[in-house]
């Protein structure tokens, strides 16, 4: 039996892809916002199957957000649909059934019954829309997540748009322009959370 | 629709962020200075007073029906 999840662990399976980084940003933000813990499967070190590593990493985490958006044919001429999401959806799930109390799973598109058209055996589930906006993320994190002492809207919105302006920066510092590396999204963990807390500590939370 | 998950794990302090998301003397600095310039973009919003809004941009006050 594996330890239990750290509580505040949230496992982000989203797509890998530059046309996804600034809802991957916001995601990142948002859940630093909410004093969650964003874990990507590019952080844990190599050695091992990677589906292994990526099932621990559920494991260790409460919760996890499945963006489904761009399960889609990837660019021809090799189109082949992209599985990586679902698969680790599926995963999620049988963990999931096994040990309820230990993980929560939330799937997310970008349109109404788009879901249900990709994977209809999800039917029942109510999926997370954000209409493939940053804002949407934000604004659907604040409807899955409550707590108390969270920043309003317009504040989550505010540091999405000063952390996102700082993202050419950070591929400088690092060396890359992959927003997925692993020193990226530290990078972006530790600024998101620091401005978090700045905000705590001078204007009133809602 | 399903309710808000509430999150009731106490708030991470400074000490537990820097640990959790570790990050090079470099980056540290320079993340540094990304608050002070974050801290200094929110004391201008707040320093603004409200007389300083030209009357045209102000929103205006609904009317009586």
Redesign the interface.
């Known amino acids: 039996m594996p330890p239990l999840p750290d509580?505040?662990g949230v496992f982000l399976n989203v797509p890998y892809d530059e046309e996804f980084s600034g809802l991957y940003i916001a995601y990142i933000v948002g859940l630093c916002q909410?004093?969650?813990?964003p874990r990507l499967a590019s952080e844990i070190p190599g050695g091992g199957r990677r589906l292994d590593r990526i099932f621990k990493l559920i494991q260790s985490c409460r919760?996890s957000i499945h963006d489904l958006s761009r399960v889609e044919m990837s660019v021809a001429p090799t189109a082949v649909p992209r599985f990586n999401m679902p698969l680790e959806l599926g995963m999620t799930i049988t963990w999931t059934n096994l040990y309820p109390s230990r993980h929560?799973w939330f799937v997310w598109e970008s349109q109404p019954y788009r879901l249900q058209r990709s994977a209809s055996d999800l039917n029942g589930t109510?999926p997370c829309i954000h209409n493939g906006t940053a804002e949407g993320v934000l604004r659907e994190l604040?409807?899955?997540?409550?707590?108390d002492?969270m920043p309003s809207a317009p504040d989550m919105l505010g540091?999405y748009r000063?952390v996102n302006n700082?993202l050419n920066?950070i591929f400088r510092?690092?060396g890359t322009s992959n927003p997925y590396s692993k020193?990226v999204f530290?990078?972006l963990?530790?600024?998101s959370?620091?401005?978090t807390?700045?905000?705590?500590h001078?204007?009133p939370a809602v | 629709m399903r309710k808000p998950i509430r999150i009731t794990a106490p708030l991470s302090t400074l000490e537990e962020i820097e640990k959790r998301f570790p990050v090079s003397k470099a980056s540290e600095k320079a993340l540094r200075a990304l608050v002070d310039e974050f801290k200094a973009t929110l004391s201008k919003r707040e320093e603004v007073p409200v007389n300083s809004i030209e009357p045209e941009k102000r929103p205006k006050r609904a009317s009586a029906a």
């Open positions: 509580p505040k909410l004093d969650l813990v919760y929560t109510d604040r409807n899955a997540f409550h707590r002492q540091v000063f700082q920066a510092r690092n020193s530290v990078e963990c530790r600024l959370s620091y401005l807390d700045i905000l705590r001078t204007k």
